[in-house]
């Protein structure tokens, strides 16, 4: 079993930058994909960035060049460095675990609570 708990959320102007951290338990963190998905209202939960166990990325068109993905395995964390942020990347933001190599959430079996995350134009 493996729990994740965001954290780093909150309210910010459209240009400016946040980093959400994902805190893991267990003791396999090094040998799971991990992923950053998002929700916002009304909307499905969207692939946003994953990092495989070997250090591979992989970003949304949407968030390529704006989002950096990384993880540090001494500390069980993942972070999602977010700059150049704008309205429309206003969503829930989730973390996930998982074994399966993929950009689709219903591959992850692990999920955190969920960080809120709003951009004001």
């Known amino acids: 079993q493996v729990q994740l708990e965001e954290s780093g959320g909150g309210l910010v102007q459209a240009g400016g930058s946040l980093r959400l951290s994902c805190a893991a338990s267990?003791?396999?963190?090094?040998?799971?994909?991990m992923g950053w998905f998002r929700q916002a209202p009304g909307k499905e939960r969207d692939f946003v960035a994953r990092?495989?166990?070997?250090?591979?990325?992989y970003y949304a068109e949407s968030v390529k060049g704006r989002f950096t993905i990384s993880r540090d395995n001494t500390k069980n964390t993942v972070y999602l460095q977010m700059n150049s942020l704008k309205p429309e990347d206003t969503a829930v933001y989730y973390c996930?675990?998982?074994?399966?190599?993929?950009?689709?959430?219903?591959?992850?079996?692990?999920w955190g609570q969920g960080t809120q995350v709003t951009v004001s134009s």
């Open positions: 990092m495989t166990w070997s250090g591979m990325t």
């Open positions: 996930a675990g998982g074994i399966d190599s993929t950009s689709l959430a219903r591959t992850y079996a692990y």
């Open positions: 267990g003791r396999t963190f090094s040998s799971y994909n």
